[in-house]
């Protein structure tokens, strides 16, 4: 059986769910298309949800150009966040740095030229990219090609 695997989403776990729909709205366009809440005890086999199954977890997706790339995961009970890596192209490094920083990210490492890897070739490309951190500080990296 030949079957094709596709990555749904990124899901990281927030502890403000509001200001983290703010940052990736304004620092990299994303765009809050659903947001539901489900019980704990429905999804009993994730960690968190085992340990807490009073619990609420809000879960919301995010779309840039009708692809779903982002869910933020908040529970009504304490959580560790800041565990999360995610990677995002743009199209002007500049205006992405801009826009990361005014959303209230961190820039960790300023943008340089490297290879970055392109998930269309499934190959390192000629890049400039700069790091930082979301405002939970989740590590994030911003990927212009430049081919």
Known sequence: ????????????????FERQVSFYSDAVNLELMKTVKI???????HPIC?????????????????QTMLGLMAFDCEVLSGQGNLIFCCRSIEESIS????????????AKVAQSFDPDSFELKKS?????LDPENNFVEVVQFLD
């Open 1 to 16: 059986m030949n079957k094709q695997a596709s990555l749904l989403r990124t899901t990281v776990v927030v502890k403000d």
């Open 50 to 66: 085992a340990s807490n199954l009073g619990s609420t977890m809000t879960l919301g997706f995010m779309q840039s150009g009708g």
């Open 128 to 132: 400039i990219s700069f790091m930082g």
């Open 99 to 110: 826009a990361f920083v005014d959303a209230g990210g961190k820039v960790a490492r300023e």
């Open 39 to 45: 019980p704990s005890s429905r999804i009993s086999a």
